[in-house]
């Protein structure tokens, strides 16, 4: 009796794979339910006693609203610049380089990916050091001072952090376009514009929402780039990491933000086929 090869990968993967799915959702129901306890004004621990308040405090709060507000910024304009920068780039990969300059190309792309996040992120605040840092040693010739530690250090420091997993999608997409759809396009009369703009771009859509969810969720979660360039600035992730240990129940709260947005986020992308090129 002969065994299908897909049905026994199924049932093999089916284990761990429910085991990943129970601790992820199990994971976020606990974070959800504890943001409605409250904690012991005198010891800080956790009673379980429900409450509305812990909401009522995050969505009342100007403060949190404007924190909320500018790491939507922030996690909106990473995704925009990498798709800016991700798309020549993929293009000359997949389109124009030679196949053995495109693997060094991939392995330039991937290289990053093997450092270490915290290397990289200090890597970033050394060059953004006002005074001695090397943009400022670079902008002080050209009477220009140099941005700081701020949002804008943020920006380019995450973008420069997450790249690559818009390069590599985007780079797929590419790939798979099909040389006969450029061929009929050209033979049709249509400019190198009008070629990107209604063949390409429609085609590689699913591929860039696939990179723009890494991008986008992976910037929105963020913390620790903000500590270490953001200077004063605050997002998300620090309000929860500042209140984990003195208010869990309220920085669970803040926390479900973020995972509300990437829910409508991930909604709205559905659509695209953006999952399926994960």
């Known amino acids: 009796m002969s065994v299908n090869p897909n049905k026994a990968v199924v049932k093999l993967l089916a284990l761990p794979i429910t085991w990943l799915v129970a601790v992820y959702f199990g994971s976020l129901a606990l974070l959800l339910i504890t943001a409605f306890f409250?904690?012991?004004?005198?010891?800080?621990?956790?009673?379980?006693?429900?409450?509305?308040?812990?909401?009522?405090d995050v969505f009342s709060d100007s403060a949190y609203f404007k924190s909320t507000l500018r790491t939507l910024g922030v996690a909106t304009s990473v995704t925009i610049i990498c798709i800016l920068i991700a798309l020549p780039m993929s293009f000359y990969m997949a389109r124009i380089a030679s196949k053995a300059s495109r693997n060094i190309l991939i392995a330039l792309v991937l290289t990053p990916l093997w450092a270490s996040y915290?290397?990289?992120?200090?890597?970033?605040?050394?060059?953004?050091?006002?005074?001695?840092?090397?943009?400022a040693s670079l902008l002080?010739?050209?009477?220009?001072?140099?941005?700081?530690?701020?949002?804008?250090?943020?920006?380019v420091t995450l973008t420069y952090l997450w790249l690559p997993y818009m390069i590599l999608p985007?780079?797929?997409?590419?790939?798979?376009?099909?040389?006969?759809l450029l061929d009929a396009?050209?033979?049709?009369?249509?400019?190198t514009r009008q070629t990107l703009k209604d063949v390409v771009l429609p085609i590689l859509k699913p591929a860039i929402n696939a990179g723009s969810i890494f991008t986008f969720s992976l910037?929105?979660?963020?913390?620790?780039?903000?500590?270490i360039v953001g200077g004063k600035s605050q997002?998300?992730?620090?309000?929860?990491?500042?209140?984990?240990?003195?208010?869990?129940?309220?920085?669970?709260?803040?926390?479900?933000?973020?995972?509300?947005?990437?829910?409508?986020?991930?909604?709205?992308?559905r659509r695209s086929g953006a999952l399926e090129n994960l």
Do not use: C
């Not at 409250?38 to 009522?56: A, G, Y």
């Not at 002080?140 to 920006?155: C, E, H, K």
């Not at 910037?219 to 500590?227: E, K, P």
């Open 118 to 135: 915290l290397v990289k992120v200090y890597s970033w605040r050394t060059m953004f050091t006002p005074e001695t840092g090397v943009l």
């Open 185 to 191: 396009s050209s033979d049709l009369g249509a400019s």
């Open 38 to 56: 409250t904690v012991d004004s005198f010891t800080n621990q956790v009673v379980h006693v429900f409450t509305l308040n812990n909401f009522i």
């Open 140 to 155: 002080r010739p050209l009477g220009i001072d140099s941005p700081g530690y701020g949002l804008f250090a943020v920006v």
């Open 170 to 180: 985007i780079y797929a997409g590419l790939e798979r376009l099909p040389n006969s």
């Open 219 to 227: 910037s929105l979660g963020d913390y620790i780039t903000v500590q």
């Open 235 to 269: 997002m998300l992730g620090n309000v929860v990491y500042q209140n984990f240990q003195l208010n869990l129940p309220f920085a669970a709260a803040v926390a479900m933000i973020p995972v509300l947005i990437m829910v409508g986020y991930l909604t709205a992308v």
